[in-house]
């Protein structure tokens, strides 16, 4: 006696159609995260550099400077002359500067020389946006 194995055709055409449903309901949920998760990661990019300046400059004992590329969506963190960290965000995003002045420059002792808020936006939704503010004494939030 010979046992057959696999799928027939009937339950191979169940299953796709099965699938395709779960796609239909699925890709526009994914549509619809997508621009809201770039523009939360270009914020948690934005203060983990101002974090990594603040870490640097309490380590070293020196000053530390996060210079703003406002059009290229760039920041650079510089020490003593030397480019420590380069971060270049995501496409789709904008950078954009509210009242921080710019450079920010931290001390030894982690306190910054400027205190404001800096806007990372979805190129293509004002809507969505986070904003990073940065306090003189080094804290940061995003809102």
Do not use: Y
């Not at 309901?25 to 619809?32: G, N, R, T």
């Not at 963190?77 to 789709?92: A, D, F, I, P």
């Not at 931290?106 to 205190?115: I, L, R, T, V």
């Not at 800096?118 to 306090?135: F, M, P, Q, Y």
């Amino acid at each position: 006696m010979r046992k057959d194995t696999g799928f027939s055709l009937i339950e191979l055409i169940t299953i796709m159609a099965i699938l395709s449903i779960l796609c239909t309901v699925a890709i526009p949920s994914l549509f619809e995260w997508l621009p809201k998760h770039r523009v939360g990661g270009a914020a948690r990019d934005v203060k983990s550099t101002l974090e990594f300046a603040r870490a640097s400059a309490i380590r070293t004992n020196a000053d530390v400077t996060v210079s703003f590329d406002w059009a290229n969506e760039r920041l650079t963190v510089e020490s003593g002359g030397t480019t420590l960290r380069t971060r270049q965000l995501t496409g789709g995003v904008d950078l954009q500067n509210i009242d921080l002045g710019t450079p920010v420059t931290f001390n030894g002792h982690g306190f910054s020389n400027a205190s404001g808020q800096v806007r990372v936006e979805h190129s293509n939704n004002a809507a969505l946006r986070r904003s990073i503010s940065l306090t003189i004494g080094g804290n940061f939030r995003i809102h």
